[in-house]
């Protein structure tokens, strides 16, 4: 046997033989499915009432719930709906949850949607302003974190200038985030920002 020891520190020593961390993990991220599971019916509903005024390949998807363990080290579980992936044509409204951070929900566009509704999105500048929404400025479109390389808040772009960064970039990315400590009303907050982006677009 190597010499070298691979020692637990004393907090490492309690997790590991504490089994109830793992069960209780397991149990409250099966409440996120469950609560995900909630919104994506709800959020069916409400394209059924605005269908017609968005494109028939969007509106003709259903929510899924997608999860993996290792977003920054983290679990993390994701609701996309609307979801349209199709190389660099992409629809999706994603719901987050982020172990340890946050809900999310993130509008993102590119190909032919960017196209269809940037003039929209840059006309809605007050609005998104009055939800204090944030704007991707990051290169990388797949990076859900809400640190300053990657989402500054809206209200710090000039009207100008957002309608220059639109127009110019190959992607859109708009998110709000929701404290896990807002857990009881998350849903419906969820829900809030979902009907308000749903809304933006189909007007």
């Not at 960017?114 to 479109?141: G, M, Q, R, V, W």
């Not at 969820?190 to 189909?202: D, H, K, P, Q």
Request: glycine share 4%; charged share 25%; with cysteine.
């Amino acid at each position: 046997m190597n010499e070298a020891k691979i020692r637990l520190s004393q907090k490492e020593m309690e997790l590991v033989t504490d089994a109830t961390v793992i069960l209780t993990k397991n149990a409250v991220l099966q409440k996120v499915i469950q609560l995900l599971g909630a919104l994506g019916e709800n959020q069916q509903h409400l394209i059924q009432t605005v269908g017609k005024r968005l494109p028939a390949d969007i509106v003709n998807t259903s929510p899924k719930i997608s999860k993996g363990e290792n977003y920054k080290g983290l679990p993390y579980q994701v609701l996309d709906y609307p979801r349209f992936f199709e190389n660099e044509n992409i629809f999706a409204l994603r719901s987050m949850f982020w172990w340890g951070n946050f809900f999310s929900i993130t509008l993102h566009l590119s190909g032919r949607f960017k196209e269809l509704f940037e003039k929209k999105i840059i006309h809605s500048i007050h609005s998104l302003n009055e939800k204090s929404f944030y704007f991707c400025t990051n290169d990388h479109a797949w990076e859900h974190h809400f640190e300053e390389d990657n989402y500054v808040e809206l209200s710090s772009i000039s009207e100008n200038a957002f309608e220059k960064i639109v127009r110019e970039r190959p992607f859109i990315k708009l998110a709000q985030k929701i404290p896990l400590t807002e857990w009881d009303h998350a849903g419906d907050i969820l829900f809030s920002y979902f009907t308000f982006l749903i809304e933006m677009l189909a007007d």
